[in-house]
């Protein structure tokens, strides 16, 4: 097989579109997916059975069952319930969003439990409400300890942000597969792609493990 990395540089331009449309809906997807799972995760530790049950189905589902498929079900299923057109971009955001949540919301429930009792018991003495316990004594240290956790879903994330294209998303992948098909050269692009989404995730997955042992030092300390 004669190999021309070369050839790739033609579609630099279009790969840098598809890596920025990815890279996009990507940070989107941190973002509400996030807040999302902070919220669940508040729900999964309330005392209320109905919270908790609704919550937990949630989380159970979504991180139950594949990405692809939650993906499908909300392009093509969801429109047709709700009797409204859903464009590929607004319905990858909701199914990573979603998975996200999923993910992120066990991280986040995780951390919650590892906040000492007895300064929620303070919290309590000093009569201070809920939503200010929340605001400026749990959720400071939650995700101050879930840091490393959420970066490694965030990694996750982005790897899985390439199942978009089976929607016909103009991400990165879909970018990819077109240039791969239209200049019958898969391996060069496809390796290229491959490193792409590399040089990306390794310094996140670096930044985890140097995250873990800052905070090892700390809690040394």
């Known amino acids: 097989m004669d190999l021309d990395f ?3 540089l033609r579609y630099y ?23 999302l799972g902070f919220v669940t995760a508040l729900g999964r530790t309330s005392k209320n059975f109905a919270l908790r049950a609704i ?8 991180r139950g069952t594949p990405v692809l498929i939650q993906l499908f079900w909300i392009f093509f299923c969801l429109p047709l319930i709700l009797g409204v057109e859903l464009s590929n ?6 199914a990573l969003t ?9 991280t986040f429930r995780a951390s919650l439990k590892s906040v000492g009792s007895e300064q929620l018991d303070a919290c309590i003495a000093l009569g201070l409400p809920r939503s200010v316990q929340i605001r400026n004594i749990i959720m400071p240290q939650a995700v101050l300890r879930a840091v490393p956790t959420l970066l ?18 103009a991400d990165l992948m879909f970018v990819g597969q077109n240039i ?7 391996v060069e692009v496809l390796t290229v792609v491959a490193i792409i989404y590399f040089v990306i995730a390794f310094p996140i997955t670096r930044a985890v493990t140097f995250v873990e042992r800052r905070m090892l030092i700390r809690l040394a300390i």
Not at 21 to 30: A, D, E, S
Not at 89 to 94: E, R, V
Not at 180 to 186: C, G, L, V
């Open 13 to 35: 331009d279009a790969l840098l579109i598809g890596l920025w449309t990815t890279v996009q809906l990507t940070m989107v997807c941190i973002a509400l997916g996030c807040a």
């Open 152 to 169: 490694s879903n965030c990694v996750s994330l982005f790897k899985e942000s390439a199942l978009v294209s089976a929607v016909g998303m």
């Open 89 to 94: 971009f607004i319905s990858a955001t909701i």
């Open 55 to 62: 919550t937990g189905t949630y989380v159970e589902l979504f």
């Open 6 to 8: 070369t050839i790739v």
């Open 180 to 186: 791969s098909n239209n200049i019958a050269r898969p």
């Open 98 to 106: 979603l998975y996200m949540g999923a993910i992120s919301s066990e």
